[in-house]
């Protein structure tokens, strides 16, 4: 029982004495209840790291804003130089030197327009007025939120530690760093104010394109001073500074688009813009100027200029220019100058068309030479890369590839008529060979050798377009990614603006458009016996800081099984020894086929050897006219002038390789699926059925829409002196190529198979 009151506290009789109750004493009277527990757990747990939060953050508080010791604060450098980029050839000798127009222009603050202050601000600081150098409001928020991405992370950092960081201290990931950054961003707060940090910071933040600061930009992008900015250009701008390459309006449009979208809303959510002041801004898209740069070409300039495309598309306009880059290219001197002098000494005449060479090593995909015209200060327009032309029959090889992968064998025999009507082919359903040569039955090797319309017709509607479609992708075409859009084309989406094939049954005679550098490639990889190896300008670059970036081939893709590869190999021979292609021949191993588009407009050869694949394209450069009367040829076929300069070429590139064989091709095995020639009757009789012919046909493939009808002429590469005469009237194909050697109607001519 408790006693009287002691000085206030209550106190126990112990031996008649008052003794007052001891606060353990107390507390051990009490009786703990779970809820008594929970709520102590509850402090212990939570309210300590609180207030050890606070105390942090006081203390934090009060060292950088308050008792931070003084820190030393250069004066800002002027602009490091940009370091020029050199392109090599694979000897080492200096082919290019590219230099961006790097520089800036310092304006102060009174001479920058109040809404590129204000994107500024609501961009990449909106408390920029507020806070005192760090904003740690924001720096709670980059840590709480689960994005984690590079611009949240930036979102942290104030406008003040930006420009401390980019002029001062580096941007180094280290903690000794980041307090330096915030001690100095503290200090230079207190010391110069809130508009001289902006006016600094204006002055030396990169945009891109090699202009550092605003007035530097404006010069740039916009041809004007800053001064002059809209709020649709200082939001474009201002967009461009989290990651200049990524955002830039040059290599990105809508990238640029959206960042430039951004910054306006967030103008109009900070109120620096009314909602119709921005409404304005959203549809008052910027108009740009083109980037200066420079570069001084010493040699072989289409080959620099395909270079520079891959080095902008892969790293951007300001590396490729400013980035210090030290490139080596895979471009053969020799070779190079071998086929400059070539495409030269064939077509010397002013008037005489222009003409595109492209060699490639099967194994590397490593490009040797490249020329994309006839002389690249008349003709910047590089062919090699951008000439996108029909091939005419020298597409036949995909054709046949996908038929031998689809069960014919080289001798599945198939009418070949003069004219016939193909089931499937649209608008109306006639093709016909040159001169309307009949050739009887014959086998998928000879129609090869000799270029037989009537039968790829039937090859590809048994096949199927697409089927050919596929098995060209994985040979190589559409080229790489980096390699410039098609002439024209306004589409947004990048890859719909590359070379494309088209489902169509015309595609065996040649109908889509291609550019040499596809070609070379893609034959390439029959050299290569079915292995894709995407085609490489650079073996070799090193950055700014001697780092190498790049090295070496490319990963090698299988395309096609090798057997497939080595037989389609062993037909494209005869057409050098005994077809169309003869005056290609070399002496020694080639396979390769001839190509001839519509009314004479485009002439090709690409062939290949173990060591090289060439591709070589005549025509003209503005327009697809007709190649007549040029150097002694009434109409120039691709075994004519394009043979001719093919055999010139690789007989010098090869002059010191010993010679090496195809590997022999393996006898195919039986068809997988049945496969029989279209009986339909030509101007030619047909003859009875070839026992090697499946007595069984498949189904047609699905016809495509109609197509514009065209009128092709077929170029006889028999004999090149004699002008062929026209063909009537064809339709449901945008190219023809019937480059077959006549023979009398009716009767099948005489072809002898090639070796190997």
């Known amino acids: 029982m408790s006693g009287p009151l002691v000085a206030g506290k209550p106190c126990i009789a112990q031996a008649n004495i008052l003794v007052p109750m001891s606060f353990i004493d107390r507390l051990r009277q009490i009786r703990h209840t779970p809820l008594d527990i929970s709520i102590a757990a509850a402090i212990v747990l939570i309210g300590l790291p609180v207030v050890l939060a606070g105390a942090v953050g006081l203390g934090a508080y009060l060292y950088f804003f308050k008792l931070s010791p003084p820190v030393a604060i250069p004066e800002p450098e002027g602009l490091t130089e940009a370091r020029s980029s050199h392109i090599y050839a694979s000897d080492g000798t200096l082919m290019a030197t590219l230099r961006g127009a790097n520089y800036r222009v310092p304006v102060d603050y009174d001479q920058m327009p109040d809404h590129l202050v204000r994107a500024t601000v609501a961009s990449e600081d909106e408390r920029f007025f507020e806070h005192s150098g760090l904003d740690l409001a924001a720096i709670i928020r980059a840590l709480t939120e689960s994005r984690g991405d590079d611009e949240q992370l930036r979102g942290a950092s104030t406008i003040t530690q930006q420009y401390v960081s980019s002029v001062f201290v580096g941007k180094e990931r280290s903690l000794a760093r980041k307090i330096k950054e915030a001690q100095m961003a503290t200090q230079l707060e207190r010391e110069v104010g809130k508009e001289k940090i902006l006016e600094r910071y204006l002055n030396t933040v990169y945009f891109g394109a090699g202009a550092y600061g605003a007035e530097a930009a404006a010069n740039t992008y916009f041809d004007k001073p800053a001064s002059e900015l809209t709020v649709s250009e200082s939001a474009m701008l201002v967009g461009l500074i989290p990651a200049p390459s990524r955002y830039s309006p040059y290599a990105s449009t809508e990238q640029a688009e959206r960042r430039r979208q951004l910054v306006i809303d967030r103008m109009e959510s900070a109120n620096f813009l009314t909602s119709a002041q921005a409404a304005e801004a959203r549809r008052d898209r910027p108009e740009l100027e083109e980037i200066t740069v420079t570069e001084e070409v010493f040699r072989y300039p289409y080959a620099v200029d395909a270079v520079k495309k891959y080095l902008q598309s892969r790293y951007g306009v300001d590396r490729a220019f400013n980035g ?79 038929a031998l992968e689809s069960g014919l064998l080289p001798s599945t025999r198939f009418n070949g008529p003069s004219t016939l009507c193909v089931p499937g082919w649209r608008p109306e359903c006639q093709v016909s060979n040159y001169g309307r040569s009949g050739f009887g039955t014959i086998t998928v090797e000879q129609a090869t050798v000799n270029s037989v319309n009537t039968v790829y017709a039937q090859m590809i509607m048994r096949v199927g377009p697409s ?46 458009e291609v550019t040499p550098l596809e070609m070379a490639s893609a034959y390439g990889t029959l050299a290569n016996r079915g292995v894709y190896q995407e ?166 493939a699905a016809s495509p829409p109609p197509m514009e009808p065209m009128e092709p002429s077929e170029p006889d ?40």
Do not use: H
């Open 324 to 402: 210090g880059l030290e490139v080596t290219t895979t471009i053969d001197p020799r070779l190079q100058d071998q086929a400059e002098k070539v495409v030269t000494e064939a077509l010397p005449t002013p008037d005489d068309p222009s003409s595109s060479i492209v060699s490639i090593e099967p194994s590397t995909g490593y490009v040797r030479a490249l020329v994309g015209g006839r002389n690249f200060e008349d003709e910047k327009f590089n062919l090699a890369i951008q000439g996108r032309r029909q091939p005419g029959s020298a597409f036949k090889p995909f054709v046949l590839t996908s």
């Open 467 to 512: 089927e050919v479609v596929e098995t060209v992708r994985r040979m190589g075409i559409p080229g790489p990614t980096w390699m410039p859009p098609r002439s024209g084309c306004a589409v947004t989406e990048e890859d719909l603006c590359r070379t494309e094939i088209e489902p169509l049954p015309a595609l065996a005679l040649g109908s889509e």
């Open 535 to 700: 085609p490489a300008l650079v073996s070799r670059i090193t950055d700014a800081s001697g780092d190498v970036i790049e090295s070496g081939p490319k990963k090698p893709e299988r395309a096609l099984e090798e057997n497939i590869a080595d037989n389609v190999t062993s037909i494209l021979q005869g057409v050098v020894t005994s077809g169309t292609g003869t005056r290609a021949n070399i002496g020694r191993p080639v396979a390769g086929k001839t190509g001839t588009a519509q009314n004479f407009q485009n002439a090709w050869f690409v062939g290949y050897t173990p060591e090289l694949s060439t591709a070589v394209w005549v025509g003209y450069t503005e327009s697809n006219r007709e190649l007549s009367n040029i150097q002694g040829f009434s109409q120039v076929t691709g075994g004519s002038i394009p043979a001719s300069i093919w055999k010139t070429f690789t007989e010098e590139a090869l002059k010191d390789v010993p010679i090496s064989e195809f590997p022999e091709a393996s006898p195919m095995g039986a068809l997988a699926l049945p496969f029989k020639a279209d009986s339909s009757a030509g101007s030619s009789p047909d003859p009875s059925p070839s026992p090697e012919t499946s007595p069984t046909a498949t189904a047609p």
């Open 717 to 756: 590469e028999s004999d090149d002196s004699q002008p062929p005469g026209l063909l009537d009237r064809l339709f449901g194909f945008r190219s023809s190529d019937t480059e077959s050697s006549p023979s009398p109607a009716g009767s099948p001519s005489p072809l002898p198979s090639p070796p190997g």
